[in-house]
Structures are given as C-alpha cells and as structure tokens.
C-alpha cells in the first residue's frame, strides 16, 4: 500500500505537476470558435445604437430646419477652404479635393451669392401662410473655376485691403495667385503666377496693413514660415518673398496677424511659438529677442509652455498686447 507523501517533499511537487499534465488536453480549432460563440451568445452584452434609443424622462427632442437661403454643390469631394471678398461679400471662393484617389488634383470654385434671396430665418409654421411650404432655394453656380494644383486646395485668401488677388494654396506646396477683375459689375479672374517654396502649405493669411496691401503669409507643414507681397507691375517675378523663417522644428499648424499687421504670430506641433516681426518695427525699438526675428519666442524647453501634442491655434488680441495658443 502507498504511503502518503509529505507535502513537504521536494518530489511531491514533481508528482503533482505530471499529473496535471497528463490531464491537459488539445483544444481545437473548431471548439474554440465555440467557446467564443457561446461567450458571446451568453456572456456579453451588445451595446445600445442610437436607433435604438427610446426617449426618457429629461431627453429633449431637437427638430432641424434647413435655413439656407441658396445652395452650391459643385464639388466632387471635401471641402477644405473657404473665402470671402473683402470689398465685394457676395464673392466667394471654396476649394478642397476633386475626389478620393491619393492622386486626386485639387479644386477650387468661385461663385456669386447675389442670385440667393434675403429672407427671415423662419421655419414654414412662422409663416403667415404654413400651406405654401418652404421656399425654393436656388442653386449657385461657379463663375470661375480654381485649378493648376495636383493635390487637394486646403487654404484660400483675398488679398487686403482691397481684394485685388486671390490665392489658393495646397497640399502640393503650390501657391497659385489670380488677378481680381471688378469692372462694370461683373467680376474677372486671370492666372498671374504660382510660387512653390515647400512640399505642402497648411494654412494662409492676408497682412491686414494697409502700408503693405497685397501681403499673405503662410505656414508649412516642414515648419517654414513665408511672407509674399503680390506685385503685378513686375512680370518676372510678380510674386516676391518678403520673409522666410525657420525656427519651428515640427510642421507649422496656425498663423495670425495682429491687428496693424506689423506682427506675425505662429505656432507649430513642436509645442513652440513665435512672433515675428515682419516689417522691422519692433526692431527699430529694440524690442526683440535674442535671435534677431521675434519679439516673442517660447518653446517646449520653457517646462511653462510645454503642451503635449503640440498647438494648433493662435490668434493676438486687437490691442496687440496678448497672445493665445
């Protein structure tokens, strides 16, 4: 007869473990699709869609009404951009992509609002006949087309203060810039020039100085900054580069003039800002910083301006004294 072993036995264990390993078996394929099945069929618990949602005791029912006044639907794809005539706000451009292939070229509409009726914000209830239903809105169509990039048109601009230029820029790095004819009430647009200083262009903005008319700045995603002016009296090179910086080390996300147009904010994914002084007035004043460009420049390394993930907004105050990323 077998004694009973001591728990204590170095080989007791020994014994115990090859029992337990006779005893294994080899799971199937098939059986584990079972298990999970059976698991899901008994176990979990399928979460509530939103058509499924009964409303409760405090839920509040929001009916939406179509407002619009007039309709566009040129475009093939998304939308990325839109922009308004300063001088003429029945002038608008659009751009985005021309479809949804990876080499899908890049599109851009301009269009006149004027043909869209002025009419009270109201639902059909409100008016003072219900029956006659809601009006009709008519369809814009494009009266130029914006064209020339090969990839999708993510930033449009109307020159100030006059809105003598439109430029489009892209994810190909191409700023495209066309003349703005206004004459005997009917508007005009030629191709001027195109500049490309980088692979792809984030963001564009017009300097609001009317010292400087026919500015734009714009970001890039190589973490440049450029500053254009527009000059068409110069037929080699209409388009001039006022400034270039390049103290962002990650792709340049956001922009903003201050209100006099004398200053540039930007920042970028590194987590860094920068104000420069564009036009030398700071400088004049000895007010700007160490690297001879800005009058404010604040990085990751400050541990006070770290933002994880970096910034992707900026805009100055109209008194030009703050800054906000």
């Not at 006779?22 to 199937?28: G, L, P």
Request: proline share 6%; hydrophobic share 35%.
């Amino acid at each position: 007869m077998p004694f009973p072993q001591d728990p204590q036995d170095p080989d007791h264990q020994d014994h115990q473990d090859n029992d337990m390993h006779d005893e294994d078996e080899i799971i199937q394929g098939d059986e584990i699709d079972e298990v999970f099945e059976g698991d899901d069929a008994e176990g979990d618990v399928a979460m509530d869609s939103d058509d499924d949602h009964e409303m409760g005791e405090g839920d509040e029912e929001i009916l939406l009404h179509n407002d619009s006044i007039a309709y566009f639907d040129a475009h093939k794809d998304s939308v990325f951009a839109i922009a308004q005539h300063p001088i003429y706000p029945q002038l608008i451009a659009t751009g985005g992509s021309e479809g949804e292939a990876d080499d899908a070229p890049g599109k851009g509409y301009v269009f006149d609002t004027s043909a869209a009726v002025s009419r009270p914000v109201l639902p059909p209830s409100f008016q003072s006949d219900p029956s006659a239903g809601q009006q009709q809105n008519p369809q814009l169509t494009p009266i130029f087309e914006i064209d020339g990039h090969t990839d999708s048109i993510n930033a449009l601009a109307f020159t100030l203060p006059k809105g003598e230029f439109l430029a489009s820029a892209g994810m190909d790095g191409r700023l495209r810039v066309y003349a703005v004819g206004t004459g005997n009430n009917q508007f005009q647009f030629q191709f001027l020039a195109e500049s490309q200083e980088t692979e792809e262009i984030n963001w564009l903005l017009p300097c609001p100085s009317a010292d400087f008319p026919n500015t734009l700045a714009l970001g890039a995603s190589d973490g440049s900054v450029w500053v254009f002016t527009i000059d068409p009296t110069d037929s080699a090179s209409p388009i001039q580069i006022i400034q270039s910086y390049f103290l962002h080390t990650g792709p340049c996300t956001a922009g903003a003039w201050s209100a006099d147009g004398n200053l540039l904010a930007t920042v970028s994914e590194d987590a860094s800002m920068h104000v420069f002084d564009v036009w030398g007035v700071a400088a004049a004043k000895n007010l700007i910083t160490d690297n001879g460009q800005t009058v404010v420049s604040l990085t990751e390394a400050d541990q006070r301006f770290a933002v994880e993930g970096g910034l992707y907004s900026v805009a100055i105050s109209p008194s030009g004294n703050f800054v906000a990323a």
